[in-house]
């Protein structure tokens, strides 16, 4: 990385961490709220593909488990949409389950094609991230 750039990124990250309010040092406005947003949408299919990984559940299951996780706030709204998606690229399964009280709950399930796909998209986000984590300062995961 050339000196200008180092020192560009340097005086940039430490006006960050001077900032008030978000702990890790970043000011909330409307600039980040929106790169957030794309950075949810943009990587949203990679994490239910994740949250599917260990275990069979039901929508709003996964919805609880998402936004269990800091950093991430998803709807039901865009969950539900992207799993009919990924059922019809043949990534996802469903499952009808009968329960004794209630209604019966639609169980979703990784087939071998979303475990492929997952783990490909995972390679991407690991080359991804360390690419930005040299950029950041140098280092690399």
Same mark, same amino acid.
């Given at each position: 990385?050339? &000196? ?32 957030? &947003? ?104």
């Amino acid at each position: 990385m050339s &000196s200008f750039l180092r020192e560009s990124s340097d005086s940039f990250l430490k006006e960050s961490r001077d900032t008030e309010g978000d702990p890790r040092g970043v000011k909330d406005d409307d600039g980040d709220k929106k790169f957030r &947003s794309q950075l949810l949408k943009g990587s949203l299919e990679l994490a239910v593909l994740l949250v599917l990984c260990t275990k069979d559940r039901y929508g709003l299951e996964i919805v609880e488990v998402l936004n269990a996780t800091e950093g991430m706030r998803v709807s039901e709204g865009s969950i539900y949409p992207l799993l009919n998606r990924l059922r019809k690229e043949q990534k996802l399964e469903s499952r009808w389950v009968e329960r004794d009280k209630g209604h019966a709950l639609k169980y979703y399930s990784l087939t071998p094609t979303g475990r492929r796909a997952c783990r490909a998209m995972w390679g991407v986000w690991e080359a991804y991230t360390a690419a930005v984590a040299q950029l950041e300062g140098g280092r690399t995961r």
